[in-house]
């Protein structure tokens, strides 16, 4: 089962893509290109109402997403 679920995991991983509330700050402050935000629905508080506001200024795509087992950042780039 967790053979499984890693192997899914590795399938669903774009090697674009980012995890974690300082590695998607550190994009946004680089100046890089982002193609959207995806945080995770009804988590506004913190450091990810500071990313959402900086990626909304820089005119990023934020998507609300339903919450799963494997989302305990809360939001990926």
């Known amino acids: 089962m967790f053979l499984e679920r890693e192997n899914r995991r590795e399938r669903e991983w774009n090697e674009n893509q980012l995890e974690g509330r300082n590695a998607v700050l ?14 995770q629905k009804g988590n506004v508080e913190g450091t990810i109402k500071r990313i959402v506001a900086q990626a909304a200024e820089k005119g990023v795509v934020i998507q609300d997403k339903e919450p799963s087992g494997r989302d305990r950042a809360g939001f990926r780039a």
């Open 26 to 39: 550190e994009v946004l402050r680089s100046g890089r290109d982002i193609e959207k935000i995806m945080v």
